[in-house]
Nanobody, 123 residues
Framework: QVQLVESGGGLVQAGDSLRLSCAAS????????VAWFRQAPGKERDVVAV???????YSAHSMNDRFTISRDNAKNTVYLHMNSLKPEDTAVYYC?????????????????WGQGTQVTVSS
């Protein structure tokens, strides 16, 4: 079992930056793909970025290179660096782990989930 805990969310203004953290416990997840998803009220849970165990990354085109995913395996932590935040980025952000390291963008492919962290961007 792997437990994931997100942190770093909060209330910020448009144009600000935030760094979200996803810390894993229970076992090391250096061999897993990890993704960040987000879900706004009334909307589906969409992928933001994915990182596989060897560091290959994917970021959703809609983020326009504003978001970057990285991982520190020594700390068992994955990060989401968010720049130039916009009000439309307001959502609950979740991290998820795929034990098969496939790096897919569908939330259905992920085995473990955190509880989410709220990001609110004011205009």
């Amino acid at each position: 079992q792997v437990q994931l805990v997100e942190s770093g969310g909060g209330l910020v203004q448009a144009g600000d930056s935030l760094r979200l953290s996803c810390a894993a416990s229970g076992r090391t997840f250096s061999g897993y793909a990890v993704a960040w998803f987000r879900q706004a009220p009334g909307k589906e849970r969409d992928v933001v970025a994915v990182i596989r165990s060897v560091g290959i990354t994917y970021s959703a085109h809609s983020m326009n290179d504003r978001f970057t995913i990285s991982r520190d395996n020594a700390k068992n932590t994955v990060y989401l660096h968010m720049n130039s935040l916009k009000p439309e980025d307001t959502a609950v952000y979740y991290c998820a782990a795929d034990v098969r390291n496939r790096g897919q963008i569908s939330p259905l492919e992920y085995d473990y989930w955190g509880q989410g962290t709220q990001v609110t961007v004011s205009s």
